[in-house]
C-alpha cells in the first residue's frame, strides 16, 4: 500500500454538493479531526483524534472531509497554511510513523484542503475575499463571480534505468548528505506527462530518456501534489548535473540498490523515506529484476 | 500522436530562472505570437502566426514560451482569460483542425498559461496585485511574499469495461444529442489516481471498479488539465447515472464502438472529437482487441 492511499472516508460528492444535505450532516453526529496548526493530534494509541463540532473555533470555516461508516467528518481551517511545507518536522515525521496508513490517508487529504483554504482566501482573479462553498472543495469569490478549485499539482517522479541495468538516482539541494530519490518535478501546462519526465531528467541530469512508462500514483499533502511514478531508459549515461536543483546525481549498481534499500550499513547511499513513493519504485524496479 | 503534444520549444530553464539571461533574449530576435484574445491567428497556410515583441501592447505581461531552435518565443498575457471556457467556440474548431500537430501543441501550451496570467493577477493568500516572475512561470506577491505558479489539473479519464466486453460510456449534461466519450473527473487533493478514477465512476455511473490501468496522457488547454487516460474494469453493469453530471450512459457493444469510430451512418453514437484523449483511449481498446 503506498502512503497517503487508502482513506476509508466517502467523499459523498452528492452531499457536499447540496447545502441543504450538507447542513443537515452538521449536527451531533459530526466528527472534528483535531489539528494543532497543520499537524496531527494523536491518542494514546498514535490514532488520529477526533472531538465534534463544538471544539472548533466559531469563527473557522469547516470542511466536509467525507463519511466514516456513515458518520460525517469535518476539519477546520487553521488561521495559517504552510507556505513552504518543510518536512524537517520532527513532530510531523513522528506522526507520520505512528498512524495508522489508514488514518495517514485521511490525515493527507485533510491536510492539503485546510491547507489550501488558509493560504487561499483571496480571489486571485479580482482580490476580494472569497467565502468556502461546497463543503470545502470550493471557493466563491461574490465580487467577481470567480469560483476556485483546491489545487493539486502532478509531479512526475522518474527512475531512470541505464540499458546497461544502473538507476540514475539524486540529492536535491539542502538534502541531508548521502540521502538519494528518484529525480521529480511538476507537470507543466502544455506538456503531458512523458513529456513532463523528459523535460525533467533533461534539464536536471542532462540525459535524454526513452520509453516512459507509468507505475503509480501517490498523494503527497506538502502541499498538495499528485506524485506520478514512472520509470524510463536511457542510453548515454553522461550527466550535466543542474546545481541550481540538485546536489549530486550517482548512477547505481543494482547491488548498490540492494544494499541500500536494505538499509545496510555501509550502503553507498541512505533510501528515501518509507511513505515517499520512491521507496515504493526502488522496491518495484529490484523486485521485477 | 496525441493532441496538444509534441511542441517544438525548448522549455529553456535555465533561461527562465535567470532573469539577465531572460532580458537578453527580448531583443529583435524574439518572436511573439499573434493571439485574438486566447484564439490562435492563422496565416494562410494554417500556420501560427508570429510577429515581433513590439506587436505587444506595451502594458502586457509577457510570457516566455521556450526556444524554436533558438530563437526565443513569447506570447503576451490578454486582458481578460476565459472564465468558462467553451469548446463550443467555431473559432476555435477550425483553428484546432487547421493547425499542425506541433503547431497545436505550442498554441495548447501558450493558452494555457496566459489565460492562467489572466485570471490570477491577486494573491489567492492577501489580496494584494502579484507581479510576473520567471518568464511567466511564476507570480509573485511583494506585499506578503507568496509564489504562486500556474495550475495544471490532473483529470482522471475511464474507459470502463465490463468484464463481458461492453464499454461504458456516457453523454455529460449540455452534450449534443448522440455525443458520447469516458467518464472523467478531477482527481482531487488526497487521493491516488487509481483512487480517483475509482471515484468518480462510482460517483457518475453507480459502477465499482477493478483493475485500474494507466494508457496515457495529454495536456488539454481549456484551461490547464493534464488528462490522465485509463482503462478499468467492472463486474456488475447496473448503472445509477448521477444526473447532476451526466445525461445519459450506457454500455456499447464492440460492434457498436467499432461503428461509431469509423463514423458509419447508423452507428448508435457520435464518438469523441479527434483532439480528445478518448478517442486515443477507444482506438486503443479496440485495436487491444
Not at 466536509?64 to 518536522?89: I, Q, S, T, Y
Not at 529525480?183 to 535524454?208: D, T
Request: hydrophobic share 45%; aromatic share 8%.
Amino acid at each position: 500500500m503506498l502512503a497517503f492511499t487508502g482513506s476509508r472516508l466517502d467523499r459523498a460528492d452528492h452531499i457536499r454538493a447540496d447545502p441543504e444535505a450538507l447542513a443537515a450532516q452538521m449536527g451531533w453526529r459530526a466528527r472534528l479531526l483535531a489539528l494543532d496548526g497543520l499537524l496531527p493530534a494523536l491518542d494514546d494509541t498514535g490514532a488520529l483524534q477526533w472531538g465534534s463540532l463544538a471544539d472548533a473555533d466559531p469563527q473557522a470555516e469547516l470542511v466536509f472531509l467525507g463519511l466514516d461508516d456513515g458518520k460525517p467528518c469535518f476539519a477546520a481551517v487553521p488561521e495559517r497554511g504552510d507556505v513552504a511545507p518543510r518536512m524537517a518536522n520532527p513532530a510531523l515525521w513522528a506522526a507520520m510513523a505512528a498512524l495508522s496508513p489508514a488514518d495517514l490517508a485521511v490525515y493527507g487529504g485533510a491536510r492539503s484542503i485546510v491547507d489550501w483554504h488558509a493560504r487561499h482566501r483571496f480571489c486571485a482573479q479580482c482580490g476580494s475575499a472569497t467565502t468556502i462553498a461546497k463543503g470545502g472543495w470550493q471557493r466563491s469569490c461574490s465580487s467577481c463571480g470567480a469560483q476556485h478549485f483546491p489545487r493539486t499539482d502532478p509531479v512526475a517522479i522518474t527512475l531512470v534505468e541505464h540499458a546497461d541495468g544502473r538507476l540514475m538516482l539524486g540529492r536535491g539541494l539542502g538534502w541531508p548528505e548521502g540521502r538519494f530519490s528518484a529525480l521529480a518535478g511538476f507537470v507543466e501546462p502544455g506538456e503531458s506527462l512523458e513529456e513532463g519526465v523528459a523535460r525533467e531528467v533533461l534539464e536536471e541530469s542532462g540525459v535524454r530518456v526513452r520509453d516512459v512508462r507509468y507505475v503509480a500514483s501517490q498523494p503527497w499533502p506538502f502541499p498538495s501534489q499528485l506524485m506520478i511514478g514512472c520509470h524510463a531508459f536511457a542510453d548515454d549515461d553522461a550527466l550535466t548535473v543542474d546545481t541550481t536543483e540538485m546536489a549530486e546525481i550517482h548512477w547505481f549498481a543494482r547491488a548498490e540498490v540492494t544494499a541500500a534499500m536494505a538499509d545496510e550499513p555501509g550502503a553507498r547511499f541512505l533510501r528515501p523515506i518509507d511513505q515517499a513513493i520512491a521507496t515504493h519504485l526502488i522496491r518495484w524496479w529490484l523486485e521485477r529484476g
